[in-house]
């Protein structure tokens, strides 16, 4: 048996007393380490894992409300751009409008001016008319002296000859405007 000990002894494979109580020491470690040490790192784990699915929950919510927040930009924009080009619609027809209006008050305007303008000339050429007719009446009466030689002493005759110079002179005037208005 010496024999057999000493080869039990020097062959590694064979168990001795040393390998029995190592064993029992790991044995007891994991123990220790199962129950004590695991659980505080599972724990651990499980609140990271918890964590990381919270951070994934939280970026999926923050996608959808980005998209929800682009979706309702793009219907905010679309409705500002729909808006000013109604803006722009009702100012080009505004500016239509008053483009109308200044243009029709400025026919209206200048045909005032030209009707008061002709109505000024006729009514200088009334007065001038007027004026002409005393001049003229005095000269033909003067002209009509002289040649007769002799003054008209009946102020009836006067206006009798100035009337029918004066109407002489209203006929030459309508045949000369008429003329020129044809």
Do not use: C, W
């Not at 008209?152 to 109407?167: E, G, N, P, R, S």
């Amino acid at each position: 048996m010496a024999q057999h000990t000493e080869l039990a002894a020097g062959n590694f494979l064979v168990p001795n007393a040393t390998f029995i109580a190592e064993f029992i020491a790991f044995l007891i470690i994991l123990a220790i380490i199962g129950k004590y040490i695991l659980p505080r790192i599972d724990g651990a784990l499980r609140e990271r894992q918890a964590l990381i699915r919270q951070q994934m929950q939280d970026s999926e919510d923050a996608k959808r409300r980005l998209a929800e927040a682009e979706r309702r930009y793009q219907e905010a924009l679309n409705e500002a751009r729909t808006e000013a080009a109604q803006i722009r619609e009702n100012a080009r027809a505004e500016a239509q409008r008053t483009i109308e209006e200044l243009h029709a008050k400025a026919r209206e305007d200048a045909a005032r001016i030209v009707q008061r303008g002709e109505e000024q000339l006729l009514n200088q050429r009334a007065a001038i008319v007027r004026e002409l007719r005393g001049e003229i009446g005095t000269l033909a009466v003067e002209l009509s002296e002289k040649i007769i030689d002799q003054r008209l002493a009946d102020d009836a005759q006067v206006a009798a000859t100035v009337d029918a110079f004066l109407a002489g002179l209203e006929s030459l005037d309508k045949a000369t405007a008429g003329g020129l208005d044809a």
